[in-house]
């Protein structure tokens, strides 16, 4: 029988190979793809340049417009907390940054435990929060596809193991570790084939609409 | 007719006497056992008892593929300690290390024992053996093999100790590539209870503590999953570390000697597999309670864990993957690249597969072909 050590081992060896290269070779093909493809020729003059409105649209669309933020509070205010939430476990705790350097070589400053345990706890209740109303909202549960389930789950499941880790709720450690471990790696594996693809798609997208305007010469 | 200058002591009480060790001191060693094992305070005087009265029992010590830092750890705990002494008035009637017997007169004392002392024996084993698959020859004594000596030794004996990580889970002869084929005591033994007291080496008192749990109660201490100790096991380095304060306020040393390291704050950058590492060094402490790695400014290494020579660098956070993740980035990366590469190629073909054979059609056309 696998030992929760031996779990352990199997998630911080083989297993997050095996996550890292599908991940990479994924995001890679799926971007590749989008960017070799190009557009067809555009003939018309253009008014302006393309990369300093494109850039502007990026950082611009953070702000949601007021009509949106009127007709939907809720998502703007719980999607926003939890998207930086996210960003600031993953990024900024010290253990995570470890990895990282250890994985791509790059490092940087990260964040007192208690302050990633704090937003931790703010994510998980955004997530949680953000299914319920997903479930009760009835246009929203309309519009929701297994595929949205399926990505809400992959998702939530990194942020309540490693909260349950860091408070090593669950015994021994390394088996609570491990299943963290494993957790990340599904969300790994899963993002270039499914709607995650957004977290690098969406910067591109919006780019895109930018540098649009910039060519048209309208407001970006 | 010969008359013995001392009587041979019968008990452990008469054996400490003999040996000087006062009651006092004597009943210290039973309160620290009593609150090592986690029991009440109250238990101090039964373990006494039981003590006093228990019966040198026969105890014969194997050492296989080892480095003898298991036998080095305990007796060069401080001297004359009442652990000392308790090892002392074990009967210890076989340990190639320590005895004074070589040969075939080494080797008839175990068997000599084995045979007086049938069904009540404990059997300590240090160090791992080359298991059943592999060349017998990697490992002997007196010209018997690990393997066949552990099963010839074990069948009459009351339950077995497996001390240090080696003996327990395979340790440093079963790191990868183990090119001995070496297992761990409890992958040959499984007709017989099997007490695991890993540690690289272990910490001595915990070895005496089970031995004087043996001694008070008859009965073996509980264990947790690895078989190992409850009482000395239960917890990791990480909860019982005096550094933890810092570790919860994120406060890092992130090299051996920046002001981080100076001031003592928490190793989990440097390595320290504390979280993962069940054992009693934070609270038990080294050489007579003078000190333990992470008092000293070193990361605990995990040694009292399976595979913890395989368990990535010494020196990398316990969050770092093992393995080559730079080469395979690089590698998945090219692939990524080829294949999106191709995959568009595919796309522009397609493009221009579909431009090329567009047919224009006016509405008279379609209008015939209806």
């Not at chain 2, 009351?158 to 070496?182: Q, R």
């Not at chain 2, 570790?247 to 989990?268: H, I, V």
Request: charged share 15%; aromatic share 10%.
């Amino acid at each position: 029988m696998m030992s929760s050590m031996d779990f352990l081992l199997f998630t911080k060896g083989p297993l997050f190979q095996v996550a890292i290269a599908i991940f990479v070779l994924g995001i890679l093909i799926r971007l590749v793809e989008i960017f070799a493809l190009g557009r067809s020729r555009n003939f018309a003059e253009p008014r302006g340049g393309q990369v300093i409105p494109g850039l502007k649209t990026v950082y611009k669309r953070f702000n949601p417009d007021p009509g949106t933020f009127r007709r939907a509070p809720f998502d703007v205010v719980v999607g926003t907390v939890w998207h930086i939430g996210f960003i600031v476990a993953l990024l900024l705790f010290i253990p995570h940054v470890e990895v990282i350097k250890a994985t791509v070589g790059l490092a940087w400053p990260g964040l007192p435990n208690p302050v990633v345990d704090a937003v931790t706890a703010i994510t998980l209740l955004g997530l949680i929060a953000a299914l319920i109303h997903r479930l009760t909202h009835p246009v929203k549960r309309f519009l929701s596809t297994p595929e949205d389930y399926v990505i809400w789950a992959v998702t939530f499941l990194p942020v309540l193991t490693g909260y349950i880790a860091y408070h090593r709720l669950v015994n021994p450690y390394p088996l609570a570790l491990g299943v963290h471990i494993l957790t990340a790696e599904i969300f790994l594996i899963v993002l270039p084939f499914t709607k995650l693809t957004h977290i690098f798609t969406a910067v591109v997208a919006r780019w895109f609409n930018g540098a649009n305007f910039g060519r048209k010469g309208v407001q970006s | 007719m010969a008359v013995p200058i001392r009587p041979q002591p019968r008990t452990l009480g008469d054996s400490l006497r003999q040996n000087g060790v006062s009651r006092r001191g004597f009943l210290k060693f039973c309160a620290a056992t009593a609150s090592m094992m986690a029991l009440p305070p109250s238990m101090a005087p039964a373990i006494a008892a039981a003590l006093e009265q228990a019966r040198r029992p026969s105890v014969i010590w194997l050492s296989f593929q080892e480095c003898t830092g298991c036998t080095e750890s305990l007796t060069r705990s401080f001297s004359p300690t009442v652990e000392n002494l308790i090892l002392d008035i074990i009967s210890l009637d076989y340990h190639h290390t320590l005895q004074a017997a070589a040969g075939d007169a080494a080797e008839h004392a175990r068997e000599q024992a084995m045979h007086e002392n049938a069904g009540n024996y404990l059997v300590v084993v240090d160090g791992s053996l080359p298991g059943p698959g592999s060349n017998p020859g990697f490992s002997t004594i007196a010209g018997v093999s690990n393997l066949q000596m552990l099963q010839e030794t074990v069948a009459g004996a009351a339950a077995v100790v497996a001390v240090g990580t080696c003996a327990a889970f395979g340790g440093l002869p079963k790191a990868a590539p183990n090119p001995s084929g070496a297992v761990a005591v409890s992958d040959i033994i499984k007709d017989k209870p099997v007490i695991n007291v890993s540690g690289c080496p272990p910490v001595p008192m915990v070895i005496t503590g089970v031995l004087a749990q043996y001694l008070t109660f008859g009965t073996l201490p509980e264990l947790d999953a690895y078989n190992r100790p409850m009482a000395f096991f239960g917890q990791s380095i990480h909860d019982r570390c005096y550094r933890r304060p810092f570790y919860d306020k994120g406060l890092f040393a992130e090299t051996f000697d920046d002001e981080g390291a100076r001031k003592g704050w928490c190793l989990y950058r440097l390595g320290c597999k504390g979280p993962m590492t069940y054992n009693a060094c934070a609270t038990m402490k080294w050489n007579g309670g003078t000190s333990w790695p992470v008092e000293s400014g070193h990361p605990c290494l995990g040694c009292s864990e399976p595979d913890f020579w395989d368990a990535g660098g010494f020196y990398n956070a316990m969050s770092v993957p093992v393995g080559d993740s730079g080469n395979v980035l690089l590698a998945a990366g090219a692939g990524g690249l080829a294949l999106g590469v191709g995959a568009s190629l595919l796309g522009r073909h397609k493009r221009a597969a579909a431009k090329a054979g567009h047919e224009t059609v006016t509405a008279d056309e379609l209008e015939q072909k209806l």
